[in-house]
């Protein structure tokens, strides 16, 4: 899966940093010295480029003081450039090597962080492969038993982000299994998501977002996020009232913006060796 994740990421972005593995590469990682650490330190962790939260049991005053005495005399330095927008490419690449089944993994850009179809994006991704209820996961696993896992998912960044589908299946279910994806893309842009499935998605998206508060870490992470993308606090309330405005349409617009075969990107991952799938165009 993993390996799939990375083959998909440098089809999407081929030409951008943003597609190059996070854990790098045996040569980068040996070109690394101290000081290759501490100019990086110096250059990036100032005092312009540093947020601090903490979420616990704690006094403000108590924090703000403690964050003075170990960070006041670190240099302001230089706000970091925040790049441009990567530019998406569309393709294929498969990656023959040994495997019981064939990790597929379908995508195309999608909005940023900071985009208002950012809950929209979510809310599709929901409908569309986030559980049991979803379309694809009634589709593929429970009628047509084509595949044990299969999920949609909504990955924004700063400046870009992506809308995916994984599935892994057999060699011989590939070109069904992406049919069927490439239908349930469709039918997201043509025919409105029932006020049903919405609900149940609204309600997924909505524990989701109080389960990921339980714990003062979590709070911490959230917080952490919100400052820097935003450079503000984004309470709880402020997020399920976004995700609560959401209407049946604004999902069929998003589907059409995203959903369009000249953006899709596909990595194959598996034995598919002498696999015939006609990949030149893939139609959504």
């Known amino acids: 899966m993993y390996l799939a994740h990375d083959a998909f990421i440098r089809t999407l972005w081929k030409d951008d940093p943003i597609s190059l593995p996070i854990g790098g590469s045996p040569e980068t990682l040996g070109s690394f010295t101290r000081d290759t650490l501490v100019r990086y330190a110096k250059d990036h962790f100032t005092g312009r480029n540093m947020v601090f ?35 998406a490419s569309a393709g294929s690449i498969l990656i023959d090597r040994p495997s ?91 025919e409105p998501v029932s006020p049903s499935e ?9 524990s989701n977002q109080i389960i990921g508060l339980e714990t003062t870490s979590a709070r911490a992470n959230a917080l952490g996020g919100q400052f820097l993308a935003f450079g503000h606090a984004v309470s709880l309330e402020e997020r399920q009232a976004r995700i609560e405005s959401v209407t049946e349409d604004q999902v069929i617009l998003l589907a059409n913006a995203l959903f369009d075969s ?22 959504c």
Request: proline fraction near 6%; charged fraction near 20%; charge should be positive.
């Open 198 to 206: 919405l609900r149940r998605a609204k309600d997924q998206i909505l």
């Open 262 to 283: 000249d953006r899709i990107a596909l990595a194959l991952v598996g034995d598919i060796q002498g696999l015939e799938l006609e990949l030149d165009r893939l139609d």
């Open 53 to 87: 939260v903490a979420a616990g049991n704690l006094q403000h005053d108590d924090m703000v003081a403690k964050v003075q005495q170990c960070f006041g005399r670190a240099p302001a330095g230089t706000p970091l450039s925040r790049g441009t927008f990567p530019k």
């Open 100 to 190: 019981e089944q064939v990790q597929l993994l379908i995508g195309v850009p999608a909005p940023p962080l900071t985009d208002a179809r950012y809950f929209t994006a979510h809310l599709a991704a929901m409908v569309l492969g986030g559980g049991p209820s979803s379309r694809l996961f009634q589709s593929l696993r429970e009628q047509r038993g084509l595949a044990y896992s299969i999920t949609a998912d909504y990955m924004p960044f700063h400046k870009t982000g992506y809308f995916s589908v994984y599935c892994g299946t057999s060699r011989t279910r590939v070109r069904p299994v992406l049919d069927l994806i490439l239908q349930e893309l469709h039918c997201l842009k043509t």
